[in-house]
T-cell receptor
Framework: GAVVSQHPSRVICKSGTSVKIECRSLDFQATTMFWYRQFPKQSLMLMATSNEGSKATYEQGVEKDKFLINHASLTLSTLTVTSAHPEDSSFYIC???????????????FGSGTRLTVV | AQKITQTQPGMFVQEKEAVTLDCTYDTSDPSYGLFWYKQPSSGEMIFLIYQGSYDQQNATEGRYSLNFQKARKSANLVISASQLGDSAMYFCAMREGGDSSYKLIFGSGTRLLVRP
């Protein structure tokens, strides 16, 4: 089945530094990827929709300059948390829908998530 | 306005019994998709079941079935013969539009605990 590889799975960084999270579709091409943020014991909140070859579409209230998204190829999307602060500590997870095939209707494939801790 | 509502923050069920997790949704789009995902403590999102707005029959996948009541805008998940490994967070999600390039919006989730 479709697999999305997300890494790192865990990262601890110092306040003020930037962190890049990668999501890679391994056996399919993902025209569109989605980035979510999840605080402990809460739901997944959509941050942005990443489209290959174009600018990402951010949800209301999400800082574009803070959370940089790049989708340079059909298999790779990256989220960079710039100048991270402790309040950015969260679980970040990406998802993609295969370009073709039954997965297009049935499911969005999720990465395994990245737990970011900013100290 | 909330598009996906899960009113049960937590649920208990006895092992081997059935449990229903509630989900209601709100949309004016005639074409939409409803999903249920399971999230264990590891954080991964596991796809369970899908129901399309035009599907005539309720979806079933093994022990999972979706009680789709379109007029009431509800899409409850039924888990039969609960197992200890079913203990997890369960999220209902909706995609508006018929194309999976549309975003998924999640409900607040229900934490299910299966008792031995």
């Amino acid at each position: 089945g479709a697999v999305v590889s997300q890494h790192p799975s865990r990262v601890i960084c110092k306040s003020g530094t930037s962190v890049k999270i990668e999501c890679r579709s391994l056996d399919f091409q993902a025209t569109t990827m989605f980035w979510y943020r999840q605080f402990p014991k809460q739901s997944l909140m959509l941050m942005a929709t990443s489209n290959e070859g174009s600018k990402a579409t951010y949800e209301q209230g999400v800082e574009k300059d803070k959370f940089l998204i790049n989708h340079a190829s059909l298999t790779l999307s990256t989220l960079t948390v710039t100048s991270a602060h402790p309040e950015d500590s969260s679980f970040y997870i990406c998802s993609a829908a295969p370009e073709k095939g039954p997965g297009r209707t049935y499911g969005y494939t999720f990465g395994s998530g990245t737990r970011l801790t900013v100290v | 306005a909330q598009k996906i509502t899960q009113t049960q923050p937590g649920m208990f069920v006895q092992e081997k019994e059935a449990v229903t997790l509630d989900c209601t949704y709100d949309t004016s789009d005639p074409s939409y998709g409803l999903f249920w995902y399971k999230q264990p403590s590891s954080g991964e999102m596991i796809f369970l079941i899908y129901q399309g707005s035009y599907d005539q029959q309720n979806a079933t996948e093994g022990r999972y079935s979706l009680n789709f009541q379109k007029a009431r805008k509800s899409a409850n998940l039924v888990i039969s013969a609960s197992q200890l490994g079913d203990s997890a967070m369960y999220f209902c999600a909706m995609r508006e539009g018929g194309d999976s390039s549309y975003k998924l919006i999640f409900g607040s989730g229900t934490r299910l605990l299966v008792r031995p």
